[in-house]
């Protein structure tokens, strides 16, 4: 049986007493967590990575920075986040290194994780992977090397950063160790059920669909659609003029439309050149339409009805785009979407970041949730 709880602290400014907040929590429960999954503003992730292992060295211990923090205990952009999970698992964790470069020199290091385990049924990876490097699509050709053919799904968020941190650094821990330009990673094994995961997207396709016909993936560059610059086929389609296209394109995602279902890449910039930038690799020939929002109560509605319908959650982790948490801020809507969390499961937790992972493909303006029988 899972013994499963979160704890959140939202003090500001202040590391020690944050810690300390969340420490006091931890110690309620008497006792030693097999697993604990955490997320910090980034002037306490350093201090918190080295506090946690030092008071649970037996514990695996995996975290990342994130733009805003959120727990069945509480929410805040600054502060803590931590879900603690003992009994019914099995965990193991690890980390990839040169995630901007070269991952795939440290499969080994995957490999020697996949060891532990005697058998891989009922299995997740949950893995953080640090921003502003185009290194997501590296790792998850890492990652699925050694897990797809093991059907071991992945659930994962890019790490974020606070919005008053000067220095905008992305970063994630294994074990007290922090590391940047790197994933860390943590397979987990549920003993007492199975696991389930969903995408959540509060935008569909307009009728404006195009294909792409020249592209850099490897740079997340369209330089063409439909055989003419990116940037003046779109303007066309939002009928405005390519010097208006950029604050133009803001809450206009691109979907990439995928064997019936639709990825969502959000636009990074237009470029001098009418090309234009985005956060996710898209590919040549792909199918890639113009997105609106839809109904977002009724998109959250839809979401608890599919989640109930397949897994009774003990707990959930869920990763949650920042350009969605801004969208909520916005209109008011931060409170229901925390509600409509809690509704499908008392105990989850929860980090809004750069990107969003699921079964080895990198999307933007996304929910992804694994959820825990």
Same mark, same amino acid.
């Given at each position: 049986?899972?013994?499963?709880?979160?704890?959140?602290?939202?003090?500001?400014?202040?590391?020690?007493?944050?810690?300390?907040?969340?420490?006091?929590?931890?110690?309620?429960?008497?006792?030693?967590?097999?697993?604990?999954?955490?997320?910090?503003?980034?002037?306490?992730?350093?201090?918190?990575?080295?506090?946690?292992?030092?008071?649970?060295?037996?514990?695996?211990?995996?975290?990342?920075?994130?733009?805003?923090?959120?727990?069945?205990?509480?929410?805040?952009?600054?502060?803590?986040?931590?879900?603690?999970?003992?009994?019914?698992?099995?965990?193991?964790?690890?980390?990839?290194?040169?995630?901007?470069?070269?991952?795939?020199?440290?499969?080994?290091?995957?490999?020697?994780?996949?060891?532990?385990?005697?058998?891989?049924?009922?299995?997740?990876?949950?893995?953080?992977?640090?921003?502003?490097?185009?290194?997501?699509?590296?790792?998850?050709?890492?990652?699925?090397?050694?897990?797809?053919?093991?059907?071991?799904?992945?659930?994962?968020?890019?790490?974020?950063?606070? $919005?008053?941190? &000067?220095?905008?650094?992305?970063?994630?821990? *294994?074990? =007290?160790? @922090? /590391?940047?330009?790197?994933?860390?990673? !943590?397979?987990?094994?549920?003993?007492?059920?199975?696991?389930?995961?969903?995408?959540?997207?509060?935008?569909?396709?307009?009728?404006?669909?195009?294909?792409?016909?020249?592209?850099?993936?490897?740079?997340?560059?369209?330089?063409?659609?439909?055989?003419?610059?990116?940037?003046?086929?779109?303007?066309?389609?939002?009928?405005?003029?390519?010097?208006?296209?950029? $604050?133009?394109? &803001?809450?206009?995602?691109?979907?990439?439309? *995928?064997? =019936?279902? @639709? /990825?969502?890449?959000?636009?990074?910039? !237009?470029?001098?050149?009418?090309?234009?930038?985005?956060?996710?690799?898209?590919?040549?020939?792909?199918?890639?339409?113009?997105?609106?929002?839809?109904?977002?109560?009724?998109?959250?509605?839809?979401?608890?009805?599919?989640?109930?319908?397949?897994?009774?959650?003990?707990?959930?982790?869920?990763?949650?785009?920042?350009?969605?948490?801004?969208?909520?801020?916005?209109?008011?809507?931060?409170?229901?979407?925390?509600?409509?969390?809690?509704?499908?499961?008392?105990?989850?937790?929860?980090?809004?970041?750069?990107?969003?992972?699921?079964?080895?493909?990198?999307?933007?303006?996304?929910?992804?949730?694994?959820?825990?029988?």
């Amino acid at each position: 049986m899972h013994k499963s709880f979160t704890a959140f602290s939202n003090i500001k400014n202040d590391k020690e007493a944050a810690f300390s907040q969340i420490l006091d929590q931890l110690k309620q429960h008497e006792i030693i967590p097999q697993l604990i999954l955490f997320s910090s503003c980034n002037p306490y992730f350093n201090y918190v990575s080295q506090k946690l292992f030092e008071c649970f060295p037996e514990t695996q211990i995996v975290g990342c920075t994130s733009c805003y923090q959120f727990n069945s205990s509480g929410n805040n952009e600054y502060g803590i986040s931590l879900l603690a999970v003992a009994g019914g698992i099995e965990v193991k964790a690890g980390v990839i290194l040169e995630a901007a470069s070269y991952p795939m020199k440290y499969f080994g290091q995957l490999e020697k994780v996949l060891k532990y385990f005697k058998s891989y049924e009922n299995m997740c990876c949950v893995e953080f992977t640090t921003a502003n490097s185009n290194g997501e699509e590296l790792v998850l050709d890492t990652l699925n090397k050694g897990l797809e053919e093991k059907n071991i799904t992945i659930f994962g968020s890019t790490a974020g950063y606070c $919005s008053f941190d &000067e220095n905008n650094v992305s970063m994630v821990s *294994v074990n =007290g160790q @922090v /590391y940047e330009n790197a994933c860390a990673f !943590v397979l987990l094994k549920n003993l007492d059920g199975k696991i389930f995961t969903y995408k959540e997207n509060i935008y569909i396709p307009t009728k404006n669909v195009f294909t792409v016909t020249d592209v850099d993936s490897h740079n997340r560059i369209v330089y063409e659609y439909n055989g003419e610059p990116a940037a003046v086929a779109i303007a066309r389609a939002l009928d405005t003029e390519v010097s208006n296209l950029g $604050s133009m394109l &803001e809450g206009k995602p691109m979907g990439r439309c *995928v064997d =019936g279902d @639709v /990825y969502i890449t959000e636009t990074n910039k !237009v470029n001098p050149d009418n090309s234009i930038s985005y956060y996710s690799q898209i590919y040549n020939y792909t199918k890639i339409a113009l997105m609106r929002t839809e109904n977002i109560p009724e998109v959250f509605a839809n979401t608890r009805k599919i989640v109930k319908n397949n897994i009774s959650p003990d707990f959930m982790l869920i990763a949650n785009c920042v350009s969605r948490k801004n969208l909520f801020e916005k209109e008011g809507l931060t409170g229901a979407f925390m509600n409509s969390l809690k509704t499908m499961s008392q105990t989850f937790w929860g980090l809004s970041g750069y990107g969003e992972q699921l079964d080895f493909v990198h999307m933007n303006q996304s929910m992804v949730l694994i959820a825990f029988e």
